[in-house]
DNA sequence: CAACTACTTGAACAAGTGTTCCACAAGTTT
DNA sequence: AAACTTGTGGAACACTTGTTCAAGTAGTTG
């Protein structure tokens, strides 16, 4: 049993293998899941056109990899901003996932129709949705409820609109729907 | 400039031109955007491959046609619920959705998601958001965009769970958000 | 009927696809 | 050093793709 001497091999390996996870996101941001073909991640990772095949069975796994990679990453960046923000800070990080952010945005949402078609991957798809809810302890589930739609309806609004929404039109939003969340829990218990 | 008497060569021309779009629309239903080729959608529409071709000089075109045609659609339904309807009803609406016209709702916001690439295809993602705003000329913009941001944030997240919301959990998410729209317009002003 | 236009359709092409195969290099163990 | 495991990468295969082409039919007009 020794955890000390890994192999070398292996080692590099798994390295690749996130390097080719790393490749497809910056693919999927660039060009949507449809830019997603063995030739394009491997072109993009600096590999050769059969790396991404023998790290991953099939397209399809490595879709997948990099999708609950990224709902992974992404839900860290998430819960910090809603548990704990105030509403401009809130609205701050909408105005910057729609601008600065966009590419990465898209990819996410990409993330949610490809879930609706594909049930293995709907639970990455809602764990920043399970994770908010848990997290936040909200008095209020209903408001919250509607808080967190809100949030991806905002989002995908600001994807499509002719210039992305900016942090000042989007904190009245923001804070008409947080309205309810701190009145309720004034007195908050502790249990 | 007789406009009784049409070519009648152009009429079923018109005529297998729109049975093309709606078997794409179907095409993008089943098996989404990427599932949609020359060849699916002419074997979906009964005619030869080179059919779709003739009357869209690219797929570009015939996806983007597709997907007009979708939103103009779209759009009548959904105002109507909107200006109108009681929660309850909208609750319903958005139940249906997403669960009998799960494919034509996840259809739907693949067009979203390809506006997002897309610029041309921004103002038919955004019209219903337009036409909304115009027809209910609500009292308070801010709730409204609320509103506005968290049916779709409610559809995008009913096409992920694990069971698709039912109309009587909807139902106070909706009164929520709708609280205060009909109070506000107590006393509507006529200009 | 002839000229013209609009639509039809199968064959074909070049390009790109996912995937397999196999000879090989490099690292690890005995 | 021999046997093994793991990773590497070029060549190739069968297949699907978007699109073109040319020969054809049918409807319209003069």
Redesign the interface.
Known sequence: MELQKVDGRKARGEKKRRAIVEATLRVIERD???GVTHRSVAREAGVPTTAPTYYFATLDDLLIATLLWSAEAMCDDVLKIIASGTAREIARSLATAVDTN?GRT?AE??L??L???RPEL?PA??RW?DLATEVARPADP??F??F???????L??G????VAPNEDELE??VS??IRGRDESTAAPREE
Chains 1, 2 share one sequence.
């Open positions: 949507g899941v449809s966009r898209l949402y990409e949610y129709l879930a609706g078609r709907k798809a809602r949705l209903v408001a409820r509607a967190l739609a809100a949030i991806d309806g905002l995908m609004q994807l499509i609109a002719d009245p939003i008409f729907l």
